[in-house]
C-alpha cells in the first residue's frame, strides 16, 4: 500500500513515531478515551499522511541508490 522497496520493520519507524490523527486520542492513568467520531473515531492527518510518504520514497531512493 505504501510501495516500500524495504521491508517496513526497515524503514517503518516514521509510522511509529509520528502522529498522524489530526486529534491526539486523550490518554488519562493508562486509560485511552473512545473517540466519539464515525468509525473508528478518529481524523488522519491527511496532510501529515502525505509529508511522511514523501519522506518515506526520499529515504528509499537513498537506500536504494
Known sequence: AFGLAKPAA?????????DMLAHP?????????VPSGPGL????NEDRVRELV???QETN???NS
Open 25 to 33: 486520542l486523550k490518554v488519562e492513568k493508562n486509560v485511552v478515551h
Open 41 to 44: 473515531g478518529i481524523e488522519v
Open 54 to 56: 514523501k519522506q518515506s
Open 10 to 18: 526497515l524503514n517503518g519507524l516514521q509510522f511509529l513515531t509520528a
Open 61 to 63: 531512493t537513498v537506500y
